[in-house]
């Protein structure tokens, strides 16, 4: 629905700006420069109605809106000397720190090394640690482990045992021991 309210609101500022000026309208010219941004705010306060509304029914975020979030995560550096984990393709290479709902992800790519992929299965065997077999979903939902969006697989830090510390502009990965999830 705001798709076609921005193309109607798009079209209308421009196209009717140059058939107006092509004609020597004012009057188009005017409606046209008012009427376009006039449709294009509309699509812009339905677009926050929505996330209040699925913020106050603690709605899960749409796909959309987790592109979005990906799309705007701050990348870093990451760094996994510390957990024992040689990260892909090289020490310090960026990727994406996202949090969704509390919970960080991460592409899955960093830990190509550890990863058996099998169907829908992903199997992490991280060194010092037992194996971890998640299943990868098709969307992102609260708490969701494992989950695809635009061909890449993002994983729960915690989900695979891990934690990361942001310090500066680099990621230092770190093994959560048992003793860290009982306090969690």
Request: glycine share 10%; proline share 5%.
């Amino acid at each position: 629905m705001r798709a076609i309210i921005d193309l109607f609101g798009y079209l209308i500022l421009v196209g009717g700006t140059i058939v107006g000026l092509m004609s020597g309208s004012v009057t188009l010219i005017v409606l046209s420069l008012f009427g376009g941004p006039v449709l294009l705010g509309v699509s812009h306060l339905i677009g926050i109605a929505e996330n209040v509304q699925a913020h106050l029914l603690d709605l899960p975020p749409t796909m959309d809106t987790v592109r979005s979030f990906i799309k705007k995560a701050p990348e870093y550096a990451i760094d996994g000397s510390d957990a024992g984990i040689e990260v892909y393709p090289s020490a310090d290479a960026n990727y994406e720190w996202i949090e969704l709902n509390g919970d960080v992800y991460m592409r899955s790519k960093p830990f190509r090394k550890y990863i058996e992929h099998v169907d829908n299965r992903y199997s992490f065997a991280l060194p010092g640690r037992e194996t971890v077999v998640l299943r990868a979903f098709d969307h992102y939902y609260k708490g969701a482990p494992l989950f695809w969006s635009d061909g890449h697989a993002y994983v729960m830090l915690s989900a695979i045992g891990l934690t990361g510390v942001r310090e500066n502009d680099r990621v230092a990965l770190r093994a959560i021991h048992p003793a860290e999830e009982a306090i969690d």
